[in-house]
């Protein structure tokens, strides 16, 4: 059965991490002190207590009269000493008779002869002391006013504890703080503030949490808004295929030709290719690992796309890399197309390594692509204001980029001599 005292206030300590961090901070500290009072205890209170002890004996000697003096003179000095420092006192001579004492200690008169320490007799703290010169004294501090020993500890803990607890208090609740943030920019996020961001305080592992937390935020952020903007272009791109197809199923009901179901064909043909082009950029979006990785020689690989183009050569050699043979096969169509299409032939294709990476330039004869479209070309779906009338949906160069990236490496467009620009491919080479 829970304790109703855990059932009603444990989900609130649960909830707030920092009550559990500052109460484990409180609870080591207390076990701390514990732990040094015990070790005192045990190893270093009796021979401090004997140093201290010792001493006393001795300045006590000589605060007394000496052996020879009377028993008056004796009595007197005990009557001053225990008024003076409210104690009650008994002093013996060598032979365990007494001599002088103040007060009414109740002890029996020879168990602490010859002793030096710290004694408790019924109930009480009584200190011994042996004097050098034969004599012992016998202390009763069990009257003396004052607050006892045990609340005067507590009341050192209390204080140590209060004084412990202020200042880890805000260390605590910096720290649970930044968590909360967190928390706040996690919930934000799932509820679909894809722009929530959190603070990046210090240097410690909840700000490099901080870190990969805005890291993540940024990824999920680009993926979904690549994802919209793809499914708007698709959405688009779709609708003129399909309106082709639409309308040639009409006229072939009331007309059937040969010609328009060849059509249809190259139409139904046309929209398979733009729908696996588009199943292809997602998932090279949402960075799904390949499906095959193995040794591809790039050099056999750029040899038979050439063969399958007019008007296109190769020249160069590089090393192995791994990869995606069917992907690396379908960079390679997207580039010679590209080019073929956009450009004036011949095509060629350079192949060179350095440093472990492999660089592949895909040039063509035409003016090339302009400064303010080199990295446009690289959007999905886009197209030049001077290339609408040429067959493609835009998603040729940007399979590219995306198929390097899936393979380390990137794809960009850079300028050559003779005022042309190439674009470039950068793999890793093997290992």
Same mark, same amino acid.
């Given at each position: ?106 002890? !029996? &008169?020879? @168990? ?7 004694? $408790?007799?019924?109930?009480? #703290? =009584? /200190?011994? %002391?042996?004097? !050098? &010169?034969? @004599? ?7 009257? $003396?006013?004052?607050?006892? #020993? =045990? /609340?005067? %500890? ?278």
């Amino acid at each position: 059965m829970i304790h109703p005292f855990r059932k009603l206030f444990a989900p609130f300590l649960m909830r707030r991490l920092y009550l559990q961090i500052y109460g484990v901070m409180l609870a080591s500290l207390l076990l701390v002190v514990i732990l040094s009072a015990l070790l005192w205890e045990v190893y270093g209170r009796d021979r401090v207590n004997r140093d201290v002890l010792d001493s006393i004996s001795r300045f006590v000697a000589l605060t007394l009269p000496p052996p020879g003096a009377s028993i008056a003179t004796q009595q007197a000095t005990i009557e001053r000493l225990g008024q003076d420092l409210e104690l009650e006192l008994k002093m013996f001579d060598a032979s365990g008779r007494l001599i002088a004492k103040w007060g009414d200690p109740d002890m !029996p &008169d020879d @168990r602490f002869h010859g002793q030096t320490g710290w004694f $408790r007799a019924h109930g009480g #703290p =009584v /200190v011994a %002391l042996s004097l !050098p &010169d034969g @004599r012992w004294l016998v202390a009763d501090a069990e009257r $003396r006013p004052g607050a006892a #020993p =045990v /609340v005067n %500890l507590l009341a050192a803990l209390a204080l140590i504890g209060l004084c412990v607890g202020v200042g880890v208090y805000p260390v605590a609740r910096r720290l649970t703080k930044r968590l909360e943030q967190l928390q706040e920019g996690v919930e934000r996020i799932g509820a679909g503030d894809l722009k929530a961001r959190v603070d990046v305080k210090g240097l410690d592992e909840v700000s490099q949490l901080a870190r990969s937390f805005n890291a993540s935020a940024d990824k999920i952020d680009k993926l979904v808004s690549a994802h919209r903007l793809l499914l708007a272009n698709a959405s688009h791109e779709l609708r003129t295929p399909l309106a082709r197809i639409k309308l040639g199923l009409e006229m072939e009901q009331d007309r059937p030709s040969e010609e328009r179901q060849q059509a249809l064909k190259q139409d139904i043909a046309d929209l398979n290719a733009l729908i696996e082009e588009i199943l292809m950029m997602s998932r090279l979006d949402a960075a799904m690992p390949l499906d095959s990785r193995e040794p591809v020689d790039l050099l056999a690989l750029i040899a038979e796309e050439c063969a399958r183009f007019e008007g296109c050569s190769f020249s160069g050699t590089a090393p192995e890399i791994e990869g995606d043979p069917r992907l690396l096969h379908r960079m390679l169509a997207n580039l010679l197309e590209n080019g073929l299409k956009h450009g004036i032939q011949p095509v060629t294709v350079t192949l060179s390594s350095s440093a472990n990476v492999v660089t592949l330039d895909v040039c063509d004869q035409g003016p090339g692509i302009s400064m303010a479209e080199r990295e446009t070309v690289f959007q999905p779906f886009y197209r030049g204001p001077d290339r609408q009338n040429i067959d493609g949906y835009g998603l040729g160069l940007p399979l590219v980029r995306k198929i390097a990236q899936a393979h380390g490496g990137w794809a960009d467009v850079v300028a050559v001599t003779g005022g042309k620009t190439s674009v470039r491919v950068t793999l890793p080479s093997s290992p």
